[in-house]
């Protein structure tokens, strides 16, 4: 898994709470990733950084917020969860000029 | 219509079968191209990648690039149960500040013992 440790593996909320998702990596790497994994729909980027406090939007970024204080670690919100946000989510890593590697992913439920 | 299509299957074939995966894409300004195979539970890991049209390979795994056609296809010979997974297709324009990747949705394949 490239050193990539998301947290929590699992989780159920409710539809209007606030949810946040960490990935963490233990090496250095400066572009980190989220992207959303559904049926039919493959994975689509929500949010990615290129180093401390830079991130930009991807496809599917509505509902969604990044933060990224340290180059390990970086966290998704979803501000006010809606059940179109259940889905499994995955953080990934570039590492150096290699494609991207992902983590085990974050299985999410609003109910 | 989306940027990159792939069959979602599922996909049956018997144990030492070839087992052919392709995607179809939109974007002509797509230039590098990967192959992950996705295990249930679990995240993508990186099979193959490629810059170029052409054929490469990876022991039981030959990635195909055909720019003209705009099309992508992955062979595994000699088939495995072991190789049972979600095999996704992935491609980018290379930029220098960013590299996000475009997936098809993902074919699922089992390899019958």
């Known amino acids: 898994d490239a050193g990539i440790t998301q947290s929590p593996r699992h989780k159920v909320t409710e539809t209007g709470t606030p949810v946040t998702l960490r990935c963490h990596q233990t090496?250095?790497?400066?572009?980190m990733y989220w992207y959303r994994q559904d049926p039919g729909h493959g994975l689509r980027l929500i949010h990615y950084?290129?180093?401390?406090?830079?991130?930009d939007k991807g496809e599917v970024s509505d509902g969604y917020s990044v933060s990224r204080s340290k180059t390990e670690d970086f966290l998704l919100t979803l501000e006010s969860a809606t059940s179109s946000q259940t889905s499994v989510y995955f953080c990934?890593?570039?590492?150096?000029?290699?494609?991207?590697?992902f983590g085990n992913g974050t299985r999410l439920t609003v109910t | 219509q989306k940027e990159v299509e792939q069959d979602p299957g599922p996909l049956s074939v018997p144990e030492g079968a070839i087992v052919s995966l392709n995607c179809t894409y939109s974007?002509?300004?797509?230039?590098?191209f990967m192959w992950y195979r996705q295990y249930s539970r679990k995240g993508p890991e990186l099979l193959m990648y490629?810059?170029?049209?052409g054929n490469k390979e990876d022991g039981r795994f030959t990635a195909q690039v055909d720019k003209s056609s705009k099309y992508i296809s992955l062979f595994i010979r000699d088939s495995q149960p072991s190789d049972s997974a979600t095999y996704l297709c992935?491609?980018?324009?290379?930029?220098?500040?960013?590299?996000?990747?475009?997936f098809g949705a993902g074919t699922t394949v089992t390899v019958r013992a």
């Open positions: 490629t810059y170029s049209s």
């Open positions: 992935a491609m980018s324009v290379v930029r220098s500040n960013d590299y996000k990747l475009s």
């Open positions: 090496e250095n790497h400066r572009y």
């Open positions: 950084s290129y180093g401390v406090k830079d991130t």
């Open positions: 974007n002509s300004a797509f230039q590098y």
């Open positions: 990934a890593i570039r590492t150096g000029s290699s494609p991207l590697h």
